[in-house]
């Protein structure tokens, strides 16, 4: 009895320390986006134009898939993306950038359901000597530019290299993750994929007999580490992982390091 007490106390300080440092979070939150972000007040996320955000709604407890479905800005950071070499293979049900706040993503980057969307986005010269192809990216929050010193710095490796970055298979799209209702961070015009023959992705994989979803990769961290230097996170690093998707979340990689 005595062991079953000092376990729950423990398991509930561990969530409140989880739960704590996810809220502090909120300030590299506003630091990744000062164009929109003002401040923090109280349980509020407040925006330049004065809009206010909840951070925490008070939902304890919730389970994985409520996460993905149903977050608060908070939950966006309950896993802590790792940089580097780490978070490799994927502990289960790590996901870190997974749990997105939706709301938050269309007020800063728009409807893309609406005509003048892609008004916002601005051209990238993929791999500049070496493809040239040009790429849709937002220009919100400097996302393109960002995007433009990865490519640049992408184009100096070494040939042995391009087999994994080229074709890119898409960036802005205007549809929901497959197999959910949730909204896609390519509609926002945040996300690009690369070479589809070297990419690996969850759902085409059988789980093992335990029930674990064998981890499968071929994009070389070389690679990965360019885009993680300018803000973008790699879906390789989730147990649910998409290898070839590449997203621009500057508030994960800041509070990772």
Known sequence: ????????????????????????????????????????????????????????????????????????????????????????PPEINSDPGRVRYFPLFRKMYGNCRTDNFMANAGTVRWLPTKNGKNLKFTNINGASAKLQKVSDELDKLPDRFLQYLQPTQGTYNCRSIAESKRQSPHSFGIALDIAAAHSHYWLWSKPNSDGRIPYKNEIPLEIVHIFEQHGFIWGGKWYHYDTMHFEYRPEMTTIAK
């Open 1 to 88: 009895m005595i062991f079953l007490l000092l376990l729950a106390i423990t398991t509930e300080g561990l969530a409140q320390a989880t739960a704590d440092a996810a809220i502090d979070s909120v300030g590299e939150l506003i630091k990744a986006y000062p164009a929109f972000l003002d401040r923090s007040e109280n349980n509020d996320l407040i925006w330049k134009d004065g809009t206010r955000m909840r951070i925490d709604d008070g939902k304890s407890g919730k389970s994985f898939e409520l996460l993905l479905d149903d977050p608060d800005i908070k939950d966006m950071f309950v896993m802590k993306y790792p940089l580097g070499e780490k978070g490799i």
